[in-house]
């Protein structure tokens, strides 16, 4: 059974700095793999979605990075904002049964 | 505007009173899903249709039915609420993998109490 893990769980940086999340999981057999974005009490907003055969899509101050052997994926944000914080989830589309399974997101808290 | 609307946004019910959230996109996407948020638990899919009349159990199904009989419609069904599925809920649609699998939109939530 696919398990979806993102670390760390929270995360507080000063404003302007560039950081990165992890995203793994279990099972390579994946078709893409998707970054969101979650306000408190809001609904979900994709960032960026990488599919099976890239290696990497950019948006921004965003670049996430997908290396499917290994089971790993990292959102990188450059030059953090306040504005930045929220919760980001990373989630993969199964090939055998289009399941799709979350990770349990990490808290980023970009201080000014 | 493209957007997957869910309805009611806030509910407050009780036990064993049947209720339906309803889930509507405009894109013309042919998969649609159901997802529950819980802290500490993240989300987790509920069922899930790739097309018209097809439907398939998510990793947490049971207590919910689902429908699809039209492309932009995919309500979800509670016949008798417990309050073990007071939850936050979403509704996603995407294109599905066969057409090249874009991006899950979601809709804004439903927040579910069950009494």
Known sequence: ?112 | EAQVTQNPRYLITVTGKKLTVTCSQNMNHEYMSWYRQDPGLGLRQIYYSMNVEVTDKGDVPEGYKVSRKEKRNFPLILESPSPNQTSLYFCASSSGRVAGANVLTFGAGSRLTVL
């Open chain 1, 1 to 112: 059974k696919q398990e979806v893990t993102q670390i760390p769980a929270a995360l507080s940086v000063p404003e302007g700095e560039n950081l990165v999340l992890n995203c793994s999981f279990t099972d390579s057999a994946i078709y893409n793999l998707q970054w969101f974005r979650q306000d408190p009490g809001k609904g979900l907003t994709s960032l960026l979605l990488i599919q099976s055969s890239q290696r990497e899509q950019t948006s921004g101050r965003l670049n996430a990075s997908l290396d499917k052997s290994s089971g790993r994926s990292t959102l990188y944000i450059a030059a953090s904002q306040p504005g930045d914080s929220a919760t980001y989830l990373c989630a993969v589309l199964m090939n055998r049964d289009d399941k799709i399974i979350f990770g349990k997101g990490t808290r980023l808290h970009i201080l000014p």
